[in-house]
């Protein structure tokens, strides 16, 4: 059946099946860039020793992609109702697949970090458009439900098959492989976004705002640098990088709340669930980033499994995620938000402190069974974090408040990876690595407390109180005008 779908201000009919074709094309965007995510980690002892990186090296490969996702990512979805999102999406594509090409011929750490970046540069314009071009492509509300359930379930396969494909292609062949499967997948996805995604831009699209964007970069990059260059280039180094950090953030705040089109519109922080879903974010996710970069680290370099057999020591997370998570989403939907990141936020506890006692010699299906709990309170933490960050909020408002989560979900990852590395470049290599990895355990088990912790504040009924008061002047004094198109 064919359904009439309003385009750019043209009318064009869209049968069931070509819907269903440009829900695929979105989610194979999805999969490399989220494989992405994933398929490096296992890759990062190869790579360290092929172009001598040390930790710091490692650190960069991985949140360079991270970061500059993290920092792109509001600026792409408006870029895209403005130019059109098939447009951004193509450009995207092109970006991201000669980013992977230019990856895999890195001849040193620099120019693999400079190619990260751009790759990441490419991804930014595919994710958030892709759910653009679903809500717009998916005009029932059934329909779109369903569409987006798929486009959640592509994240739960791409963990599943990033560790085990990159320890094969690493085992197989060299790491430089891991960057090779984006080819093919990115050109077949760039030939049929062109023959079968219709265009569509938004009607009334958010203006730029290059000062908040740079704000944004500064802040972040600051931040990390200062976290990952800090034990090698000393206190000072460290103590102006956290400054210029700390004034960035001061001078986006201001700014942001001067603009009547910021964008972060700084009002939704005044609503308990919102603020609580980006704190929960960034730490559930910075305890994922820690996870992924030290597990890759202890079974390979001191364990010495080959990069194959520690993508399969993964599995538990990811399997654990694809089934878990939609039970946390019903949960979400038939009992609110606090059940399920309660507990997320003691399985990241109790997973964080038993990691800290794990040892080179502790039995692997005891090392797995730890991994499952972790996998537990991963699953149970995404889809809460998405309820809550736009729970109450007006319609229009929904997927900017949608947008920052997401963004926080890749800061978190970004500061997990560098505070992990940190800890264990700072204390030593070698024999001490054991030691040191105990006391980035304890920091994820830290981050499992915290989520407990803003659960347990930002959903009671005092929190929602907050939420439905920040909607009301949201509404009164819309400072942000989004249409989806």
Not at 118 to 138: E, H, K, R, Y
Not at 182 to 189: C, F, T
Not at 371 to 391: K, W
Request: charged content about 10%; aromatic content about 6%; proline content about 5%.
């Amino acid at each position: 059946m064919a359904r009439s779908v309003r385009l750019s201000g043209v009318v064009s009919e869209m049968t069931r099946r070509r819907r269903i074709l440009v829900l695929l094309i979105c989610c194979m965007s999805l999969l490399i860039v989220s494989l992405d995510n994933t398929i490096v980690n296992v890759a990062l002892p190869s790579l360290g020793h092929d172009l001598r990186a040390p930790v710091s090296g490692l650190q960069w490969t991985v949140d360079a992609y991270t970061l500059t996702l993290a920092s792109l990512l509001m600026l792409a979805g408006s870029t895209a109702d403005r130019m059109g999102r098939r447009r951004t999406f193509q450009i995207g594509l092109v970006v991201f697949t000669a980013g992977s090409l230019l990856c895999s011929l890195a001849p040193s750490l620099g120019w693999l970090v400079a190619a990260r970046i751009l790759q990441a540069i490419g991804g930014s314009m595919l994710n958030p458009v892709a759910m653009s071009i679903i809500t717009n492509t998916f005009t029932d509300r059934r329909e779109r439900a369903q569409a987006i359930g798929v486009w959640g379930g592509v994240v739960g396969v791409s963990m599943a098959l990033g560790p085990v494909v990159g320890g094969l292609l690493t085992d197989t062949v060299n790491w430089r492989a891991i960057f090779w499967i984006n080819l093919p997948i990115g050109l077949l996805a760039l030939f049929l976004t062109w023959r079968f995604v219709p265009e569509s831009k938004a009607p009334s699209a958010r203006r730029t705002d290059p000062v908040g964007q740079v704000l944004v970069i500064v802040l972040l990059g600051t931040l990390t640098y200062g976290i990952i260059e800090g034990p090698a280039a000393g206190a000072a180094v460290s103590a102006a990088c956290f400054a210029v950090a700390a004034a960035a953030l001061a001078a986006l705040v201001v700014w942001e709340l001067r603009r009547p089109q910021p964008l972060i519109d700084m009002r939704f922080f005044r609503s308990a669930p919102f603020s609580g879903a980006a704190v929960m974010a960034v730490s559930g996710f910075g305890g994922l980033g820690a996870f992924l970069f030290l597990n890759t680290l202890y079974l390979q370099s001191h364990r010495g499994l080959s990069a194959l057999a520690a993508g399969l020591c993964t599995l538990p997370v990811a399997l654990i995620t694809v089934i878990v998570g939609p039970l946390s989403g019903r949960l979400v939907g038939t009992r609110g938000p606090r059940l399920p990141s309660v507990v997320a936020g003691v399985c990241l506890a109790v997973a964080g402190a038993l990691m800290s006692q794990v040892t080179l010699t502790t039995p692997l299906p005891l090392l797995l069974g730890i991994y499952a709990v972790f996998g537990v309170g991963f699953a149970m933490l995404n889809p809460p974090i998405t309820n809550t960050a736009v729970s109450g909020m007006p319609l229009a408002q929904a997927g900017v408040a949608a947008a920052v989560a997401s963004t926080s979900r890749q800061v978190g990852q970004s500061l997990g990876v560098a505070i992990a590395g940190s800890v264990v470049s700072g204390a030593g290599a070698g024999a001490a690595f054991v030691p040191a990895a105990h006391a980035a355990y304890r920091v994820n088990a830290l981050y499992g407390l915290i989520v407990l912790a803003v659960a347990l504040l930002t959903t009671g009924r005092w929190a929602r109180a907050t939420a439905e008061r920040t909607a009301a002047r949201l509404v009164e004094s819309p400072q942000v005008t989004l249409s989806r198109g």
